[in-house]
């Protein structure tokens, strides 16, 4: 499996401030994925990532508010945008595991509060 | 669309106990199948896997989990669980030929001394 590297491991922000997410992979890889995880829930899909061209979100995220950066087949980043409380989040990426395996990796997340 | 619907929320248990922490799926086409466990304050760390052939797949710390597909299910189980079990267990489901991970709403397993 891929090795994944994501930083900032966890951050306390103003609303209205922004932050940026960054996720290194040990491997070049195809396709990467940002989800988000709120208090108490399970993860939702934010957008998968491509290199090379512009992220495909999911139902409910838009790229005014998380834009996504995919400048080579090894790193990532997301921004989270206009930050207010309701952002508060973990947000993890995941990348699929190099064929033959067949399965996804996640990174340690960062966990995110804004106030 | 898919849907995956883990039954309990939270599931307290003694130590040495068996345990089985329910996942239900939803799919019109076949479908991989995962276990992920997330431990306090940590990322996700894959428990285990079904993708093809035998339908029991067991995990390097005793736990094991069998695909059911008349039931649509993936079940987890342990014998007998230790309190470094604590923590939250993902189920989630991919489509064969789709990248889309589909996760439930995660099962607390808390150990009790």
């Known amino acids: 499996s891929a090795v994944i590297s994501q930083k900032p491991s966890r951050d306390i922000c103003q609303r209205g401030t922004s932050l940026t997410i960054q996720c290194q992979v040990d491997?070049?890889?195809?396709?990467m994925f940002w989800y988000r995880q709120q208090p108490g829930q399970s993860l939702t899909l934010i957008a998968t990532?491509?290199?090379?061209?512009?992220?495909?979100?999911e139902s409910g995220f838009v790229i005014d508010k998380f834009p996504i950066s995919r400048p080579n087949l090894t790193f990532s980043t997301l921004t989270v945008s206009n930050m207010s409380p309701e952002d508060s989040s973990i947000y993890l990426c995941?990348?699929?595991?190099?064929?033959?395996?067949?399965?996804?990796?996640f990174g340690s997340g960062t966990r995110l509060t804004v106030v | 669309a898919q849907s995956v619907t883990q039954l309990d929320s939270q599931v307290p248990v003694f130590e040495e106990a068996p345990v089985e922490l329910r996942c239900n799926y939803s799919?019109?086409?076949?479908?991989?199948l995962f276990w992920y466990v997330q431990y306090p304050n940590q990322g996700l760390q894959l428990l285990l896997k079904?993708?093809?052939?035998?339908?029991l797949v067991e995990s390097i710390n005793g736990f094991e989990a069998e695909f059911n597909k008349s039931q649509t299910s993936f079940h987890l189980r342990k014998p007998s669980v230790h309190i470094s079990d604590t923590a939250e267990y993902f189920c989630?489901?991919?489509?064969?030929?789709?990248?889309?991970?589909?996760f439930g709403k995660g099962t607390k397993l808390t150990v009790n001394p």
């Open positions: 995941s990348v699929e595991d190099i064929p033959p395996s067949i399965g996804y990796t």
């Open positions: 491997s070049q890889v195809t396709m």
């Open positions: 990532a491509n290199q090379g061209s512009e992220a495909t979100y």
């Open positions: 799919s019109s086409v076949s479908v991989y």
């Open positions: 079904y993708l093809s052939g035998s339908t």
């Open positions: 989630a489901v991919s489509d064969r030929g789709s990248e889309k991970l589909v």
